[in-house]
């Protein structure tokens, strides 16, 4: 799964905050165990003097959790108030992080977390007298 996170902001700050993201990113062991971080790009944003976008990616395995990437992220945002936003975009869903509050933070795990398929529902074989109780349980 694809993941892009991005930084925008000033020119002057916006690489050296994407940098340190990264290097955030890969000593957080929730994070690079299921994951890669990759700098794929730096430009400039529109016709807008002085502004750049740095983009991060993280290319997860199947078994990554959003919620390791958000809570990294958000944490690396309380330590750097009035730096520029973390967005990140995964599958058509873009959440952004302006300072990493818990709010931010558990709305962004939500609307991410929304990306995982559903369980699947146990199946039901005919028999007679199955109310789906004991498939409930054997999925618990």
Same mark, same amino acid.
């Given at each position: 799964?694809?993941? !892009?996170?991005?930084?925008?902001?000033?020119?002057?700050?916006?690489?050296?905050?994407?940098?340190?993201?990264? !290097?955030?990113?890969?000593?957080?062991?929730?994070?690079?165990?299921?994951?890669?971080?990759?700098?794929?790009?730096?430009?400039?944003?529109?016709?807008?003097?002085?502004?750049?976008?740095?983009?991060?990616?993280?290319?997860?395995?199947?078994?990554?959790?959003?919620?390791?990437?958000?809570?990294?992220?958000?944490?690396?945002?309380?330590? !750097?108030?009035?730096?520029?936003?973390?967005?990140?975009?995964?599958?058509?869903?873009?959440? !952004?992080?302006?300072?990493?509050?818990?709010?931010?933070?558990?709305?962004?795990?939500?609307?991410?977390?929304?990306?995982?398929?559903?369980?699947?529902?146990?199946?039901?074989?005919?028999?007679?007298?199955?109310?789906?109780?004991?498939?409930?349980?054997?999925?618990?």
């Amino acid at each position: 799964m694809d993941i !892009r996170l991005t930084v925008q902001g000033e020119v002057h700050n916006v690489a050296q905050e994407s940098l340190t993201l990264r !290097r955030w990113l890969v000593h957080n062991p929730p994070v690079i165990s299921s994951a890669e971080v990759s700098f794929p790009r730096s430009t400039r944003v529109g016709a807008q003097p002085g502004l750049s976008l740095e983009e991060i990616n993280v290319i997860a395995q199947t078994a990554f959790s959003f919620a390791s990437l958000v809570v990294a992220i958000a944490s690396w945002r309380r330590q !750097r108030k009035g730096q520029p936003p973390v967005t990140i975009e995964c599958q058509g869903v873009t959440v !952004r992080l302006l300072e990493g509050t818990p709010e931010e933070t558990e709305e962004a795990i939500r609307s991410l977390n929304a990306l995982r398929p559903e369980p699947a529902e146990p199946s039901d074989d005919g028999s007679a007298g199955d109310d789906g109780a004991e498939g409930a349980d054997a999925a618990c």
